[in-house]
């Protein structure tokens, strides 16, 4: 496994790598040094330090240098950006290294000196070059950054190090005795190898990111090797131990390994995310002034350089760094008028942005507010026990809802036969499309839809949505939504987003309206289930016992007389056996719709059971209720001479009445008082009125029990 880049020493390789039968590149590389420095040794020790064991020896140093070329080659196609350049030069650094190598291995196997020992100092020493311009590169990639700009930072650096060096070693050692010049160079190598280890020392405490720290840390730990084998070498050299030197040869072989361990151990960070970097002043001041001070470096040397090369080649190099110098700060002035125009259009994106995002929350908490609504309408809504209760509600909580508009609700009655218009609001509302007409579910959604606003010459602009109300795959109702005129200098793209809301609005309340008018159906549906007689619609014996027992608790409270009817038809078994089931149910409907329309509305007929009717009357007293229950009985005397085609014969009924208070006090006896002076008219002959005869304490243990 490779380290992250800014760990400059190689983690060790997991076992399952190991185990699995194949080394680690790292490995292999380690391996390789490893046994070129057995090799090299191994050459001394069987030819000794003459000519064929240095040849050998100094053969593998420049295997060691084409080994460490090839690492550092890898990372820098790894590399992009600043880290790219960094490796680049940092393979130059191993190319220039290898010059030297490659001139001393053919004065040795030549047997004869290509070039001096002052010389090979001298092109030892030009490895510095590359590591300068790598102290100048920038930290990490930036948008700021434009790449020319660093190419012409780096090409300003190349000329002042080339000057330099030709200055400070190679014109002085032209005018030097060959000793003289060897003694100068070793003095200035160890110091050139002492003055880089101490920059990239300092540079490093300028490397904040960790990407750049990395590199800089790895590039020290070569350097450190460079000084240290430096230092060691020029000694042996100084103090003439030749044999000592030519076994040092293995010593020249650790900055090679230390550069391939430090090049190919690097992995490539995860990119930054990219932002505009923050220059201040000082970071200008800065930059220009190490401009300046590398041309007044060229000035210094110019003197030098025209005395041995002429005013021509002086000329032209100073010319070519005036150029770079002019097109760096050219380039860097266009950059920082792309940055500003960028960091304005961003900033003008980013308002832009903000303004958006308000809208969306505004317009959030816009609809979060008209949910709320819907949400409290559709609890009320399910509150309601009647449609008029919930048709009363409506109109305000739609006001609420549809601001600026008007609109109506037309809902089929329980039959579903006819639309009656139940609600409106708003200045102008519409009218009811289906009001006072056979109402039908085509009919409704051929006026469902949206109707955008249209503007004309005479008419005002108005939006309209209808819904149809739909429950349980049946349509009840239309909810129509209308905008209300608009001024002439109304801001139309806002109504067009209002009249959207409205509409989406329009479907959620048209949907709990709907459910709601279906739930209350239902329920009705299911207390007339509960409380009626299905076949004559009267009240049920059920619905007979509650209301007997809570008006007779109001009689008694209000001190007020309740009378109680109890009517059963003559004959009946024989009327059904004569006619059949079909004409006694026919005969059941008609006493039940003669009950209903000869009593007061407040007055409660019911069916008790069979042939049995009950008809309860709240506040009537004795003598009213004996004239009442003869003008029933005589009224359903009649029906045979009223209905001849749907009775075919004459149907006479007994009647017995009991009255609360009049007859008895007690509420529980008043059902079977009547029901004994019923038994009393049958015995007597039938089609007859028998009023029960008041009872006392003393009697209710005579009153016989109620028939079943």
């Not at 790894?78 to 880290?83: D, H, I």
């Not at 700009?149 to 050692?173: K, R, S």
């Not at 110091?191 to 020290?220: D, E, M, N």
Request: hydrophobic share 50%; aromatic share 8%; net charge neutral.
């Amino acid at each position: 496994m490779v380290p992250p880049s800014d760990t400059p020493f190689p983690v060790e390789t997991p076992p399952s790598r190991r185990r699995g039968g194949f080394a680690s590149p790292l490995h292999v590389i380690v391996a390789a040094f490893a046994g070129l420095m057995a090799l090299q040794a191994m050459g001394y020790l069987i030819f000794g330090t003459g000519q064929i064991g240095r040849t050998i020896s100094e053969f593998i140093v420049v295997l060691h240098n084409l080994l460490a070329l090839a690492c550092a080659w890898i990372a820098f196609r790894r590399a992009q950006g600043a880290a790219a350049l960094f490796w680049f030069l940092f393979a130059v650094t191993q190319v220039i290294l290898l010059v030297p190598a490659a001139m001393l291995l053919s004065s040795t196997l030549l047997a004869q000196s290509i070039v001096s020992d002052a010389t090979w100092r001298v092109l030892y020493c030009l490895y510095g070059a590359p590591i300068l311009m790598m102290l100048f590169l920038p930290a990490a990639d930036r948008a700021a950054r434009l790449k020319s700009e660093v190419f012409l930072d780096l090409f300003q650096v190349g000329v002042v190090v080339i000057l330099a060096f030709t200055t400070f070693f190679y014109l002085p050692v032209q005018q030097m005795l060959p000793a003289d010049a060897l003694l100068r160079n070793l003095n200035v190598s160890n110091l050139q190898s002492l003055f880089l280890l101490i920059a990239v020392l300092v540079r490093l405490q300028f490397a904040r990111l960790p990407a750049a720290h990395g590199l800089f840390l790895r590039l020290g730990l070569f350097l450190f090797t460079c000084a240290v084998v430096t230092f060691v070498g020029n000694w042996i050299d100084q103090h003439g131990y030749y044999s000592l030197s030519a076994w040092w040869d293995l010593g020249w072989a650790l900055p090679y390994v230390a550069a391939a361990l430090v090049a190919f151990t690097w992995t490539p960070s995860a990119a930054p995310h990219p932002g505009f970097e923050s220059i201040g002043f000082s970071s200008f001041l800065g930059k220009n002034l190490v401009l300046v001070a590398i041309l007044f470096s060229i000035d210094m040397m110019m003197d030098k350089w025209k005395a041995a090369h002429g005013a021509f080649l002086t000329n032209l190099a100073v010319s070519a760094s005036l150029l770079a110098f002019t097109v760096r700060l050219a380039l860097t002035q266009f950059h920082q008028q792309q940055e500003i125009a960028e960091r304005k259009a961003a900033q003008e994106g980013l308002s832009a942005a903000n303004e958006t995002i308000a809208n969306l929350l505004d317009d959030a908490r816009v609809d979060a507010a008209a949910i709320a609504l819907v949400n409290q309408l559709a609890g009320l809504l399910q509150a309601c026990s009647s449609r008029d209760e919930a048709f009363r509600l409506i109109p305000e909580r739609m006001a609420r809802l549809f601001p600026g508009t008007s609109g109506t609700l037309t809902v089929f009655n329980a039959s579903r036969t006819r639309a009656e218009g139940v609600a409106e609001w708003g200045a102008h509302p519409p009218p009811h499309p289906l009001a006072g007409h056979d109402a039908s579910a085509s009919r409704v959604h051929d006026l469902t839809g949206e109707t955008p606003a249209s503007s004309g010459p005479s008419q005002p602009e108005r939006a309209t949505v209808s819904v149809p109300l739909t429950a349980n795959a049946e349509t009840v109702g239309l909810l129509i939504v209308q905008e209300d005129p608009l001024p002439a200098d109304a801001l139309l793209p806002s109504q067009a987003t209002e009249f959207s809301r409205h509409t989406q609005m329009a479907y959620a309340v048209a949907e709990q309206i709907s459910l709601t008018i279906a739930n209350l159906d239902l329920r009705e549906a299911l207390r007339v289930q509960a409380t009626r007689d299905p076949l004559t619609g009267l009240y049920n014996r059920r619905y007979l016992q509650e209301s007997l027992e809570r008006e007779g608790h109001r009689a008694r409270r209000h001190r007020r007389s309740l009378a109680l009817l109890m009517v059963d038809i003559d004959h009946f078994k024989r009327y059904n056996d004569a006619f059949g089931h079909a004409a006694g149910d026919e005969a059941l409907r008609l006493v039940a719709k003669t009950l209903r329309r000869m009593v007061r509305a407040e007055d409660l007929p019911c069916r008790y059971g069979g042939e049995e009717f009950v008809v309860l009357l709240p506040d009537c007293p004795l003598q009213n209720a004996a004239l009442r229950a003869e003008e029933i009985r005589q009224g359903l005397k009649d029906l045979h001479a009223e209905h001849a085609d749907e009775l075919p014969c004459l149907v006479t009924v007994s009647i017995g009445v009991a009255v609360f208070e009049e007859t008895t006090d007690q509420l529980e006896l008043l059902l079977k008082c009547a029901d004994e002076a019923l038994y009393q008219a049958k015995r007597g002959g039938r089609d007859r009125v028998v009023v029960a005869q008041p009872i006392t304490p003393m009697s209710v243990d005579s009153v016989p029990h109620l028939r079943t």
